[in-house]
């Protein structure tokens, strides 16, 4: 069993950077792939980044490349999402997701834990 606990939203102007937290319990953290996905209003859960086990591979959505960056602390039991030049079609709530098998992985189906998410609103 892995419990999520997503902190680090909030409200920023565009062009602002935020850096979400996913803070995980349990000891074998480091045994879990991990993402980030959002939702906005009226969509669905989509992918944001992911990252492999030990961190040496991370694949990060189109619309998000080269201004996100996803990583993470196993020592402390943490992902990151580290988010530059924000827009306001980055309005969503953020959600922190680990998967129990080691790779990148781009669809819901593929995750098993969830945090409750937390709230990123870019203003224009």
């Known amino acids: 069993q892995v419990q999520l606990v997503e902190s680090g939203g909030g409200l920023v102007q565009a062009g602002g950077s935020l850096r979400l937290s996913c803070a995980a319990s349990?000891?074998?953290?480091?045994?879990?792939?991990m993402g980030w996905f959002r939702q906005a209003p009226g969509k669905e859960r989509e992918f944001v980044a992911g990252?492999?086990?030990?961190?040496?591979?991370?694949a990060h959505a189109d619309s998000v490349k080269g201004r996100f960056t996803i990583s993470r602390e196993n020592a402390k039991n943490t992902v990151y999402l580290q988010m530059n030049s924000l827009k306001p079609e980055d309005t969503a709530v953020y959600y922190c997701?680990?998967?129990?098998?080691?790779?990148?992985?781009?669809?819901?189906?593929?995750?098993?834990?969830w945090g409750q998410g937390t709230q990123v609103t870019v203003s224009s």
């Open positions: 349990g000891r074998t953290f480091s045994r879990y792939a």
């Open positions: 990252i492999t086990w030990s961190g040496g591979n991370t």
């Open positions: 997701t680990a998967s129990d098998r080691n790779g990148v992985f781009t669809v819901v189906s593929e995750y098993v834990y």
